[in-house]
């Protein structure tokens, strides 16, 4: 599973799942095979993390969701606070609590025909809501991971916007493909420029000499953990920078890390066969992520 590496759960086999407001066992959830998620990946979808029964940076999420989905014309159907509401019934109909990852997903609905014309869709979108019991491989999170670059760029707005968290992944899963048959744990993607951009699945971060860097973000995906981090160094007077860097800086970096919603922040050991600074001598990683745990657990109380 790469970075998103996570320990089994026996409970996942019973989870009831929310489909348009009605709940099923996992066993009977359906969706149409019109439906336009499935035909033409015509959708936007956020994942979520619950802890201690709080959903994390819920109301980020879903302004991310629901930009996404005017950006494709797509009418949800609810309001913020009513799909809210639907994800923690979900939450309380599975009797959760905490280490629970939700994928939100939500398509412009069933087609009349396979076709890819939004007229061609009968009025409603449909909504799915999937808990899951998901802690984090610790190991990974503690011992870090291992990035392959590949060919595969991150393209300009104009041919498909990055900003959009669409259900159209074509280009990351191309990416994992090659950095998994490689025998690595995620792709580093760079922009048309050859400049990093970001992960097939995560946001990249490097250190040096004090300094934290991540991309532009002109690329990328508005990552919510991302956003988190850059916050976290400017009010901790941590130099942070988005700007435009290359492999031959991440190749000599101190320290080099990852984010995203399901783990957080985790260290990246290698990138392209090169060993990243010492891992013994990491002193921005652990900051980051006590900081971090920290900054969800404020929002908490």
Known sequence: MGSHEFIKDDRNLDILI??????FHRNEAKISVFDSGFILGDGVWEGLRLHNGIIAFLDDHLQRLYQGAKALDLDIGLSKKELSERVYQTIQANDMHDHVHIRLMVTRGVKTTPYQDPRATLPGATIVIIPEYKIPNPEKIQKGVRLFTTHVR?????????????????????????????????????????????????????????????????????????SKIIQLCEENDIPVYQKNFSLFDVYGADECFITGTFAGLTPVNEVDGRVIGDPSERKMIPRLQKLYL????????
């Not at 920290?294 to 109380?301: D, T, Y």
């Open 18 to 23: 929310n489909i348009n407001g009605e709940l």
């Open 154 to 226: 991150r393209g300009y707005p104009d041919v498909q916007d990055q900003k959009m968290n669409s259900h159209s992944k074509i280009n990351c899963i191309l990416g994992c493909i090659q950095a998994t048959k490689a025998g690595y744990d995620e792709a580093l993607m760079l922009d048309p420029h050859g400049f990093v951009a970001t992960c097939n699945s995560t946001h990249f971060f490097i250190v040096t000499k004090g300094e934290v860097w991540t991309s532009t973000g002109d690329y990328c995906l508005g990552g919510i953990t991302r």
């Open 294 to 301: 920290e900054l969800i657990n404020r929002g908490l109380v």
